[in-house]
T-cell receptor
Framework: DAGVTQSPTHLIKTRGQQVTLRCSPK?????VSWYQQALGQGPQFIFQ???????QRGNFPDRFSGHQFPNYSSELNVNALLLGDSALYLC?????????????FGPGTRLLVL | DQQVKQNSPSLSVQEGRISILNCDYT??????FLWYKKYPAEGPTFLIS?????DKNEDGRFTVFLNKSAKHLSLHIVPSQPGDSAVYFC?????????????FGRGTSLIVHP
């Protein structure tokens, strides 16, 4: 049973560039959430996708966008990268419709913006 | 403003002893609480959870206690083992738009000495 997978594992970009991160959810899960974890902080919620639609969004600017595909996999896109976007980006999957659902995390993509 | 606070950035414990990690929250709407463990270069791993209708939940060496009146929860690890050395995140959630999105604390780094 494959867990949550993310690609790439590491990425270096320069300011102003655009980046796309990818996530495949745990088998049987249909909901994908994205988090940003800055150094010394806990994960901060970016948004959640369910049925190919953004269901909820955290306090992140429109430069952060996403997509969910019919197979439940998801992409996170960040435009016009800033130095402050350097962080670990975590994807988590869960099963919708369950009360008090538990999210399962992937290993993350570490993004460095120079 | 931090809705979930882990005021101890680090904790050092001797192998075999009890580890107690603490967490405070401010939002009275939170009704589901989780602990995650994170090793370096890995994503957070779900450890244990508790619903607000309970005040204790136990799973092997791990027990979570919830004090709703004090808005406080704690994770007890007995006995502590060197392999428990990791960063522990407390998270709290409430139903919103049909989904539970956890809010994370900043984490406590636990070191268990042999």
């Amino acid at each position: 049973d494959a867990g949550v997978t993310q690609s790439p594992t590491h990425l270096i970009k320069t300011r102003g560039q655009q980046v796309t991160l990818r996530c495949s959810p745990k088998s049987g899960h249909d909901t994908v959430s994205w988090y940003q974890q800055a150094l010394g902080q806990g994960p901060q919620f970016i948004f959640q996708y369910y049925e190919e639609e953004e269901r909820q969004r955290g306090n992140f600017p429109d430069r952060f966008s996403g997509h969910q595909f019919p197979n439940y996999s998801s992409e996170l896109n960040v435009n016009a990268l800033l130095l402050g976007d350097s962080a670990l980006y975590l994807c988590a999957s869960s099963l919708a419709g369950r009360a008090q659902e538990t999210q399962y995390f992937g290993p993350g993509t570490r993004l460095l913006v120079l | 403003d931090q809705q979930v606070k882990q005021n101890s950035p680090s904790l050092s414990v001797q192998e075999g002893r009890i580890s107690i990690l603490n967490c405070d929250y401010t939002n009275s709407m939170f009704d589901y609480f989780l602990w995650y463990k994170k090793y370096p270069a890995e994503g957070p791993t779900f450890l244990i959870s508790i619903s607000s209708i309970k005040d204790k939940n136990e799973d092997g060496r791990f027990t979570v206690f919830l004090n709703k009146s004090a808005k406080h929860l704690s994770l007890h690890i007995v006995p502590s083992q060197p392999g428990d050395s990791a960063v522990y995140f407390c998270a709290a959630s409430a139903a919103s738009g049909g989904s539970y999105i956890p809010t994370f604390g900043r984490g406590t780094s636990l070191i268990v000495h042999p």
